[in-house]
Every structure is written in structure tokens, then in C-alpha cells.
């Protein structure tokens, strides 16, 4: 089986490229950027290209089996209305585009990582795959319709070729974002909690991430499905920061501050510091999704198609913070 993964040269690529590689499929990658020295074995076919171009996705497609598309434009915090037309344009466009080609081109299966910001705020509740979606921000808005576009694909036999992988928050040693902030911190010994840290959180490492790829990949019963993809548990994140500290060889915070105050403190930040052409280092925003609470359920994809993940919390941890002070990111 040959396989093209797109945006395989994000933080995720590379371990899905090399568990696809361990499976005994043949590789063709689709990034916009060349990928990082050593990021592969040699053998690896490699194309630079944009998935908003639809002459290039359609080359790239010419002579595979599967697509795994992770090529999306990412969450960020609280972004400005003009990026709206972007994300519309990667991350619904471009899949439209891959799905399009991978129709035309005869494949057989089409794999999208999606997220569990499609499911919106939980109240509190245990979220499912059979949790009605309603997300709040222009990226979850943008995964759920390229999940359809997905989800509608029919090979030439008329038959569901697409697979969608809600992925709960990846972490490993080369994500960025939030998590990788907390760490810096964390190992700085410079951070300080918001609220009493019960809220609960969903997480998975990026090398189990890439083994469900391969098992959506492979299983024939993933075709028109959707699957959480966890490490099969959830956490609250006072649970998490020990986890982390614990890795890091760290005491764990002692003291936290009030939600309400700070959040409070925040906002008059965020008023007073454009005033001044300063960007405010904190916002309501990101207290706010500090402090959110995601339960999901990941059972599903365990059950359907035997995918059994190899890092719990601990294991995980240790290994990216391993692999961070190799590499000299920690």
C-alpha cells in the first residue's frame, strides 16, 4: 500500500510518516515546506505543495492507495476576524480538494485528523462520538464541515471512503502551543496555577496518535466512521501539571491563584495595553481555556478497530521530555 500524507512535515508528520513506514507501506509526502533534516529514512517519496492548489493535489494523488490529510491551518487563541477566510480556505477548500482528487483518482480510503473542539463547550458532561457537534471558533467551524466533505465520499463502487480521527489534545516533543508552554514553565519553575486545576482534560501522545492513524488506515470497518482519539482516559489538570512536574524532576506547584480575579485583572489588561501599543501577555480567552473542562469518551476506536494505546499519561511524559532534552527544546 502506498500512502500520501499532506502536512506531513507538522508537528505529528513525521510520527505518522513513521509508523506508516513500520506498517510496510510505501510514503509520498505533501507539505508546503521541505521537511527537517533527518525527519524520515530515506525512500520517502516527497512533494512540496499547497493544498488550496488543486493542480498540484491532483498530481499528488496520481499513483496512491490512501490519503491521510493533516494539512489544516491550527487553533489559535482568540484569532482576528480576517483570518476567518483562511481557515476556510486550508482547512474546508483544501480538503475539498484532496477529496475531490482522491475520488477521481480511484483510492480507497481517505483518513482526516480532525478535533474535539467540533463537539463545543461540555457542560460538564462526557462527550461521545454521538454528542451532537457545536463548535465555537472559526478552526472547530472549519474542521466539522472538511469532516463532511470527508464523511460524503463514495469510491467508484459507490461505497464510504472517509474516516475522521477527533483527536483530543496531542502532546509530544515537538507540539507547540499550550502544552508546550506549561512545560517551559513548568521547568522554569515559573508557573503559577488558575483556580484548583479540577477541571478535566483529554490528551493523547503524538506516537499513539500516528498507530490510529495506521488502524483507520487498514481496518475495512473505519470507512464512513468517526473516532476519538485518546489515550483512553481523562484527567484533571491539577492531576496533569504532577504528571509533568513529576517527568521533569519538579516539585509540583504548592499555590494557585483565583479564577475570578484574574480573570477580572485580565480584562482591564486587554483594555488598557492597546492603548499603549503593548499586546496584553494574557487574555480572558486563554483563562478561559485554561480552565474548560473536555471529558471524552475514546472507547469506540478501541473497540471497532483494536486500537490500543501504548503511552499512558506517565509514559508519555517522560518520553517527550526525553526527547525535548535531546533535542535541546527543554
Not at 482547512?91 to 473542539?117: D, K, P, Q
Not at 451532537?132 to 469532516?147: S, V
Not at 500516528?210 to 488502524?215: F, G, S, T
Not at 496584553?280 to 483494536?306: F, W
Request: with cysteine; hydrophobic share 45%.
Amino acid at each position: 500500500m502506498k500512502v500520501l500524507v499532506t502536512g506531513a512535515t507538522g508537528a505529528v508528520g513525521p510520527r505518522v510518516v513513521s509508523a506508516l513506514l513500520d506498517a510496510g507501506c510505501a510514503v509520498r509526502t505533501f507539505s508546503m515546506d521541505p521537511p527537517p533534516a533527518g525527519a524520515w529514512p530515506d525512500g520517502v517519496e516527497m512533494l512540496i505543495g499547497d493544498v488550496t492548489d488543486v493542480a498540484a493535489v491532483g498530481a499528488a494523488v496520481q499513483g496512491v492507495d490512501s490519503v491521510i490529510h493533516m494539512a489544516a491551518l491550527l487553533h489559535i487563541v482568540n484569532p482576528p476576524p480576517t483570518l476567518r477566510e483562511k481557515y476556510e480556505r486550508v482547512n474546508v477548500g483544501g480538503t475539498s480538494n484532496v477529496v475531490n482528487a482522491a475520488v477521481r483518482a480511484g483510492l480507497r480510503r481517505v483518513v482526516i485528523f480532525s478535533t474535539i473542539a467540533v463537539y463545543g463547550p461540555s457542560d460538564g458532561k462526557i462527550i461521545t462520538e454521538s454528542t451532537p457537534p457545536n463548535p465555537d471558533t472559526f478552526y472547530a467551524e472549519t474542521k466539522l464541515r472538511a469532516e463532511r466533505i470527508v464523511l460524503a465520499a463514495k469510491d467508484l463502487q459507490g461505497r464510504p471512503m472517509g474516516t475522521v480521527l477527533r483527536l483530543g489534545a496531542v502532546y509530544g516533543s515537538r507540539i507547540k502551543g499550550n502544552y508546550q508552554r506549561l512545560m517551559q514553565s513548568l521547568a522554569r519553575g515559573r508557573f503559577l496555577p488558575i483556580g484548583k486545576g479540577l477541571n478535566r482534560r483529554t490528551l493523547v501522545y503524538d506516537k499513539d496518535v500516528a498507530l490510529a492513524a495506521v488502524a483507520a488506515l487498514k481496518h475495512p470497518d473505519a470507512a464512513g466512521r468517526i473516532y476519538n482519539v485518546s489515550d483512553g482516559e481523562y484527567y484533571s489538570l491539577d492531576h496533569i501539571i504532577a504528571v509533568m512536574c513529576q517527568a521533569l524532576g519538579r516539585k509540583a506547584p504548592r499555590w494557585s491563584l483565583p479564577v475570578a480575579p484574574v480573570r477580572l485583572a485580565a480584562g482591564m489588561i486587554e483594555k488598557a495595553m492597546p492603548l499603549a501599543g503593548l499586546n496584553p501577555p494574557i487574555s480572558r480567552a486563554t483563562i478561559d481555556k485554561y480552565t474548560e473542562d473536555v471529558a471524552v469518551d475514546s472507547r469506540l476506536i478501541q473497540r471497532e478497530l483494536g486500537f490500543a494505546p501504548k503511552y499512558d499519561l506517565p509514559t508519555g511524559w517522560k518520553d517527550a521530555i526525553r526527547e525535548m532534552r535531546q533535542s535541546g527544546e527543554l
